[in-house]
């Protein structure tokens, strides 16, 4: 807690926070850093998301400062044209609302040029909530409609440094949290899952590249982008060169071989492209292509928006471990509200679903369009009640996470070390 409230404090004044030493004048506003200067902005980087908006993080001045571009009408029928397919419903409602270089993914797919997916998890406990699948649903339609082979990162390591766990804690993590994503549905011939801990050490390519990495980045530029200070360990220092390695095809020798040229489309949220903004420009210098990047907007917590959801905090989200009353419960007594006190008000004041957690977890998981558009247009209208707004959540909630408990417990510890073991892939391209 201290740590981050040290990395705010030097977001805000730009300088390091020192005792009994009240701030200066704060420093003007960089657009190379993740600060953000004035009080009422939203501060994004890949340890911490805040905003003092109840609608969440304004994400068009997100994608203004990071530097990215907006997925427009006109990507997403260009995206649809390409694949044949339906656009998915994160695309057709702003979820995945920004990207880096997509058109030059759906270049080379056009051109029947390769290219690879890679995401990744920081498993940091057991238990995943329905947040952490949001990526991991939309790469596993990029997988199918594309048929292209794909990465899952486990930063075990990067947990390790930053929390209080063992390594065998992390590892362990690592593992519980690889069933979940399997039981998202993944093609086990397209797809490799890897613990940095057990891969790094039997991989040189890997390790090679993140050499490279380091060797490109400096201590400097690295404190500009994520706000190290100096009492970081190093191992933090030296972490992003790890999460940046899988966005090149030559650190996976056995799908790859020693091809260095095949471009990574990366499905993320936007928090986590500080990484790959570091990536993209070490790149070229070392003679890689950059890795494009799909952006997600965060998945709020129960509470509303201000904030994402913590694994720490039980009542913050939805968890893949919760039964069918536990989801009922959460939802009816920690979803944020955007009706009024009593029914008459509602009626005449109406509901306001910018603000109201159980439509905007409807935005995510219901996939009837017009059902959601009817939900919408009842609810801010005052004919539908919180009460009954909830229920709708709770209706597509239950089987969803009952579904996904049932395809986990077919993942056997097997098919978990054939998902992790380094392989050659089936893909289309040569």
Not at 76 to 82: F, K, T
Not at 209 to 235: A, E, L, M, P, Y
């Amino acid at each position: 807690m201290l740590s981050s409230l040290k990395t705010s404090y030097k977001a805000a004044t730009g300088e390091d926070y020192k005792v009994d030493c009240p701030p200066r004048d704060p420093a003007p506003e960089s657009g190379e850093g993740l600060d953000a200067t004035d009080a009422d902005e939203d501060f994004v980087d890949p340890w911490t998301v805040q905003t003092s908006s109840a609608k969440g993080i304004d994400y068009d001045k997100l994608i203004v400062r990071f530097g990215s571009s907006k997925i427009d009408k006109e990507l997403v029928n260009r995206i649809e044209r390409a694949t044949g397919q339906r656009p998915h419903r994160f695309l057709r409602r702003g979820i995945f609302f920004s990207h880096r270089d997509m058109h030059q993914i759906l270049d080379a797919y056009e051109n029947k040029k390769p290219f690879y997916l890679y995401t990744g998890r920081g498993p940091s406990s057991e238990a995943m909530h329905v947040g952490h699948l949001i990526p991991f649903i939309f790469t596993k339609w990029l997988q199918d409609v594309f048929n292209v082979p794909l990465v899952i990162q486990m930063t075990d390591d990067e947990k390790y440094l930053w929390k209080d766990l063992t390594l065998d804690q992390a590892y362990g993590y690592a593992v519980e949290n690889a069933k979940d994503i399997i039981a998202c549905g993944f093609d086990i011939n397209k797809t490799f899952i890897f613990s940095d801990l057990d891969y790094m050490g039997m991989s040189p390519g890997f390790y090679k590249n993140v050499v490279k990495i380091q060797k490109h980045v400096t201590f400097n530029q690295v404190k500009g982008i994520f706000g190290f200070t100096d009492s970081d360990c190093i191992g933090k220092i030296s972490f992003p060169a790890i999460q940046a390695a899988p966005s090149f095809s030559n650190s996976f020798p056995q799908i790859f071989r020693d091809r260095t040229d095949v471009q990574c489309l990366i499905p993320c949220a936007i928090d986590q492209d500080p990484y790959f903004r570091m990536t993209r420009d070490v790149a070229p210098r070392i003679g890689y292509p950059k890795p494009a990047l799909l952006h997600s907007t965060f998945f709020p917590a129960l509470q509303g928006a201000q904030t994402k959801m913590s694994a720490s905090d039980p009542n913050s989200s939805i968890f893949l471990t919760d039964t069918a009353k536990q989801i009922k419960t959460k939802v009816n007594k920690h979803a944020f509200s955007g009706g009024r006190d009593t029914v008459e008000e509602h009626r005449q004041f109406r509901g306001n679903c910018g603000v109201d957690v159980s439509f905007m977890y409807l935005t995510f998981f219901l996939e009837d369009d017009d059902k959601l558009e009817q939900i919408r247009r009842d609810y801010t209208s005052g004919a539908m009640l919180t009460g009954e707004l909830k229920k709708e959540l709770i209706e597509v909630l239950q089987p969803l996470i009952a579904e996904h408990q049932a395809r986990r417990k077919e993942v056997t510890d097997e098919i978990v070390k054939e998902f992790m073991t380094p392989r050659k892939l089936s893909y289309d391209f040569q």
